[in-house]
């Protein structure tokens, strides 16, 4: 199972670059130990191609026991394993050229091989689309009798109970066969949009207050936001970057319009009533949990509107627009080398206990960090777990106080791969989405912990509070609007509306109505930020993730460092089993063993209240210092 974090503009922006004046660290300078050793996976393509005919080869042998599936305890458990052993080829196969091409996605090779997995994966799907059908057509009570009586059977339990809750969306078997041939069309949408935004993009040419000429890139744009004290450089940077995707909208528009339209095709033919329970279903999450998500953040955004008016307060300003969103709010402005990072982190995540630390020096050795932005590296920071070798983590590290979070972060989901995979099988050891966000949000709440104890001065905690703000925000409320946004587009789709720019201006608008009210001046630009969001394409209702895990985290965040000394030891010991159940269970009912329940408001409510406890402190840290 892979994780990807792409920290955009649009959404959860972080840093991605030094002032002018410091010394910058590329991968091209870079110490060869903070970059990836991707030779863990594959010697070189030779090998790649090995493994490629290996699993071909296993496809065709599991294609051939079509129609005896159901004869014989034998044959069902043959297929399970076999199954698991294509399934643990065809992940390194599809990891080490999308690792690969993140490193560069210009070389034609990696391009290549990338494409001939996508094919194999495709072929794959189309030979063996009767599965499912097969195994459902075999009698429940017979199969579970075989479960039942043989312990071989453990490791599938849990898919196969799965299986037969979902059997009345499993399609006859022509009729899954025939929907194969459509898999690698319906992720079309998805390629383009990553070839026009990211391979295709040409970022514009921009002159600096002081007469610099620099690349509007992502990282070079969030300089000039979170660094210029020249309001009217950063408004123009913000026009000027923006302006990129605003003039390419109506492409942007047609491709998430291909997006929700294949999300409503499969829909329909798997009997859904909607995109939204379609994708949830497979999880057994109820659609409430995403509906109470929505309706809890836009109707309790005040907190959210308090902290603005804060920070136009202290800034002076008599509007507060979106390029005064990153500036900072102190004279503080500590740069951190990614050792000194290091440091901190392996503190802050102390109280995690032995068990945990001694995984994270695993991490932290060399090989399985790219720390360092590159000439054709993907910007972003993500965590991808390879089966059988280990997770990898790419950041695009800057010294800057929100990056040493974001590595936190990172860090999160590799302690869950790394746990998850020692000690579930094959079959379980991918968790779900939606408890993915959960031990990387709950590092990052342990790093703020940390730092703001050993700090008693002013301007620290006020940029540490910031810090803790703007990830709350982004995390729940951004993403919140995101979900709301995406489930009204799909609805559109769904009732057979036109999905184009001026519609979907239309409602980011209005949400940013919602959630600003008249705190945020308004710019002909911000309705259009659905453009930039790249999981709106590549991984649609992913982000409400984003926020239920943010408060799923806060809430096991709370268990852990408060309460007595034996019942902060349970919580971690929920948490670390947590970690260590990778799939083996529905995530709702994880959590649940781990003392939070999604299905109740208390902890997203609990976010809201998290909020306003932050501002009264930011607020307290301000008048300290004289700036309100």
């Given at each position: 199972?892979n994780?990807?974090?792409?920290?955009?503009?649009?959404g959860?922006?972080?840093?991605?670059t030094?002032k002018?004046?410091?010394?910058?660290?590329?991968?091209?300078n870079?110490?060869?130990n903070?970059k990836?050793?991707?030779?863990?996976?594959?010697?070189?393509?030779?090998?790649w191609k090995?493994?490629?005919?290996?699993v071909?080869?296993i496809?065709e042998?599991l294609s051939?026991?079509?129609g005896?599936?159901?004869l014989?305890?034998?044959n069902?458990?043959?297929?399970?394993r076999?199954?698991?052993?294509?399934?643990?080829i065809?992940?390194?196969?599809y990891?080490?050229?999308?690792l690969?091409?993140?490193l560069?996605?210009?070389d034609?090779e990696i391009?290549?091989g990338?494409q001939?997995i996508?094919?194999?994966?495709?072929k794959?799907?189309?030979l063996l689309?009767?599965?499912?059908?097969e195994?459902?057509?075999?009698?429940?009570e017979?199969?579970?009798?075989?479960?039942?009586?043989?312990?071989s059977?453990?490791p599938?339990?849990?898919s196969i109970?799965?299986?037969y809750?979902?059997q009345?969306?499993?399609?006859?078997a022509?009729?899954?066969q025939?929907m194969?041939?459509f898999?690698r069309?319906?992720g079309?949408p998805?390629?383009i949009?990553?070839e026009?935004?990211v391979?295709d993009n040409v970022?514009?040419?921009?002159?600096?207050s002081?007469?610099e000429?620099?690349?509007?890139?992502y990282?070079?744009?969030t300089?000039?936001?979170t660094?210029?004290?020249?309001?009217?450089?950063?408004?123009?940077a913000?026009?000027?970057?923006?302006?990129?995707?605003?003039?390419?909208?109506n492409t942007?528009a047609?491709?998430l319009?291909?997006v929700?339209?294949?999300d409503?095709a499969y829909?329909q033919?798997?009997?859904?009533e909607g995109?939204?329970?379609?994708?949830?279903?497979?999880n057994n999450i109820?659609?409430s949990?995403y509906e109470?998500?929505?309706?809890?953040?836009?109707?309790?955004?005040?907190p959210?509107r308090?902290?603005i008016r804060l920070?136009?307060q202290?800034?002076?300003l008599?509007?507060y627009?979106?390029?005064?969103t990153?500036?900072?709010l102190?004279?503080?402005?500590r740069?951190y080398t990614?050792?000194?990072?290091?440091?901190?982190?392996?503190?802050?995540?102390?109280p995690?206990?032995?068990e945990y630390?001694t995984?994270l020096?695993?991490?932290l050795?060399?090989?399985?960090?790219?720390?360092?932005?590159?000439?054709?590296?993907?910007?972003?920071a993500?965590?991808?777990?390879?089966?059988g070798v280990h997770?990898?983590?790419?950041?695009?590290?800057?010294q800057t106080?929100?990056?040493?979070?974001?590595?936190?972060h990172?860090l999160?989901h590799s302690?869950?791969?790394v746990?998850?995979?020692s000690?579930q099988?094959y079959?379980?050891?991918?968790?779900s989405?939606?408890?993915?966000e959960?031990?990387?949000n709950?590092n990052?709440e342990?790093l703020?912990?940390?730092?703001?104890?050993?700090?008693?001065?002013?301007?620290?905690?006020i940029?540490?509070l910031?810090?803790?703000?703007?990830n709350?925000?982004g995390?729940?409320?951004?993403?919140?609007q995101?979900a709301?946004?995406?489930l009204?587009?799909?609805?559109?789709?769904e009732q057979g509306?036109?999905?184009?720019a001026?519609?979907?201006?239309?409602?980011m608008?209005?949400?940013n109505?919602?959630?600003?009210?008249?705190?945020?001046?308004?710019?002909?630009?911000?309705?259009?930020?659905w453009a930039?969001?790249?999981?709106f394409?590549?991984?649609p209702?992913?982000?409400?993730q984003?926020?239920t895990s943010y408060?799923a985290?806060a809430?096991?965040h709370k268990?852990?460092?408060?309460?007595d000394?034996?019942e902060r030891?349970a919580?971690?010991d929920?948490y670390?089993?947590?970690?260590?159940?990778?799939?083996?269970?529905?995530?709702?009912e994880?959590?649940?063993?781990?003392?939070?329940?999604m299905t109740s408001p208390?902890p997203t409510?609990?976010?809201?209240?998290?909020?306003g406890?932050?501002?009264d402190?930011?607020?307290a840290?301000?008048k300290?210092?004289?700036?309100?």
């Amino acid at each position: 199972m892979n994780h990807k974090t792409l920290l955009l503009i649009a959404g959860l922006m972080i840093g991605f670059t030094l002032k002018a004046s410091e010394p910058v660290v590329t991968r091209e300078n870079a110490p060869e130990n903070l970059k990836w050793q991707l030779k863990d996976i594959y010697q070189d393509w030779n090998a790649w191609k090995k493994d490629l005919i290996k699993v071909e080869s296993i496809v065709e042998e599991l294609s051939a026991m079509k129609g005896s599936l159901g004869l014989s305890p034998q044959n069902l458990l043959r297929y399970y394993r076999m199954t698991d052993e294509m399934g643990k080829i065809g992940t390194t196969l599809y990891c080490y050229p999308y690792l690969m091409r993140s490193l560069d996605s210009r070389d034609p090779e990696i391009s290549n091989g990338f494409q001939l997995i996508q094919a194999s994966f495709a072929k794959a799907g189309q030979l063996l689309s009767w599965t499912t059908a097969e195994l459902v057509q075999i009698p429940e009570e017979k199969t579970m009798a075989w479960v039942n009586s043989d312990k071989s059977f453990e490791p599938y339990r849990f898919s196969i109970e799965n299986m037969y809750r979902l059997q009345e969306h499993v399609l006859p078997a022509e009729q899954e066969q025939l929907m194969s041939y459509f898999s690698r069309f319906s992720g079309m949408p998805s390629s383009i949009y990553t070839e026009v935004a990211v391979s295709d993009n040409v970022y514009p040419e921009f002159t600096r207050s002081d007469g610099e000429k620099v690349t509007l890139t992502y990282p070079m744009m969030t300089n000039i936001l979170t660094f210029s004290t020249d309001r009217a450089e950063r408004k123009k940077a913000y026009y000027a970057f923006n302006s990129n995707f605003k003039a390419r909208e109506n492409t942007m528009a047609a491709i998430l319009n291909g997006v929700c339209q294949s999300d409503w095709a499969y829909a329909q033919a798997y009997k859904f009533e909607g995109t939204l329970m379609a994708s949830l279903n497979a999880n057994n999450i109820p659609v409430s949990v995403y509906e109470n998500l929505i309706n809890t953040a836009k109707t309790n955004a005040e907190p959210f509107r308090r902290y603005i008016r804060l920070r136009k307060q202290v800034l002076g300003l008599s509007d507060y627009n979106s390029w005064d969103t990153y500036i900072s709010l102190g004279e503080y402005s500590r740069t951190y080398t990614f050792d000194e990072a290091v440091t901190l982190i392996r503190e802050a995540l102390k109280p995690l206990g032995k068990e945990y630390n001694t995984e994270l020096e695993k991490a932290l050795k060399g090989g399985w960090i790219d720390a360092y932005e590159g000439s054709g590296k993907e910007t972003g920071a993500y965590s991808m777990s390879v089966y059988g070798v280990h997770p990898y983590i790419l950041l695009n590290y800057d010294q800057t106080l929100d990056y040493v979070s974001t590595f936190a972060h990172e860090l999160g989901h590799s302690m869950h791969s790394v746990f998850s995979s020692s000690n579930q099988p094959y079959n379980t050891y991918g968790y779900s989405t939606f408890v993915a966000e959960v031990a990387s949000n709950f590092n990052e709440e342990l790093l703020l912990d940390y730092l703001l104890k050993n700090t008693n001065d002013h301007n620290e905690r006020i940029a540490l509070l910031n810090q803790a703000i703007v990830n709350l925000t982004g995390s729940f409320y951004r993403q919140s609007q995101f979900a709301d946004f995406e489930l009204q587009v799909h609805r559109l789709v769904e009732q057979g509306q036109p999905v184009n720019a001026t519609a979907l201006n239309a409602i980011m608008t209005e949400l940013n109505d919602a959630y600003y009210g008249d705190v945020l001046a308004p710019n002909d630009l911000r309705g259009n930020v659905w453009a930039q969001v790249m999981h709106f394409y590549d991984r649609p209702y992913y982000v409400y993730q984003y926020a239920t895990s943010y408060a799923a985290a806060a809430q096991i965040h709370k268990m852990i460092t408060t309460g007595d000394e034996k019942e902060r030891k349970a919580a971690l010991d929920r948490y670390l089993t947590l970690l260590k159940s990778g799939g083996n269970d529905y995530p709702v009912e994880q959590l649940k063993k781990a003392g939070v329940d999604m299905t109740s408001p208390e902890p997203t409510m609990a976010v809201v209240r998290r909020l306003g406890q932050l501002v009264d402190q930011l607020e307290a840290e301000l008048k300290a210092t004289g700036k309100i």
